[in-house]
């Protein structure tokens, strides 16, 4: 599937973007977004499962926390990959853990959506936490 052939997802770059839809556009943009990261990963190869759990609780987060002024803290940065979508790393996501693409985790020089560099589990607690 071409990118072009999501009515919702091709035109989210940002959460702002994400928030311009209704709840039924959200639903749908959702499905869309599970089909880009099967599409994608099953092409490049990464962590599938955890971002695929993941899809709607990015999609809410974004839609009702006003990001980045707002921050996210992921405990798990392959769980994030839907935040990567929707926060503008769609165009760079077939890149994911390449050389030179983008990073399989969260990674603060990739974008100001990314609170702190999340890998694995249980590192969240503590950067949320420190001043």
């Not at 002024?69 to 839907?82: S, T």
Request: proline share 3%.
């Amino acid at each position: 599937m071409t990118e072009n052939s999501y009515k919702y997802l091709s035109h989210i770059d940002s959460p702002a973007d994400l928030r311009k839809l209704s709840l039924p556009e959200l639903k749908a943009a959702c499905g869309e977004i599970r089909e880009f990261l099967i599409d994608t990963i099953s092409k490049v190869g990464g962590h599938l499962g955890a971002g695929l759990g993941a899809v709607e609780l990015a999609a809410a987060l974004h839609y009702v926390f006003q990001t980045p002024e707002d921050k996210l803290v992921w405990d798990v940065g392959h769980q994030a990959y839907p935040h990567k979508i929707i926060t503008g790393r769609k165009e760079a996501f077939h890149t994911i853990r390449q050389l030179d693409g983008i990073s399989g985790f969260l990674r603060r020089s990739e974008s100001i959506y990314d609170t702190f560099g999340a890998g694995h589990a249980s590192t969240a607690m503590s950067a949320a936490t420190a001043r």
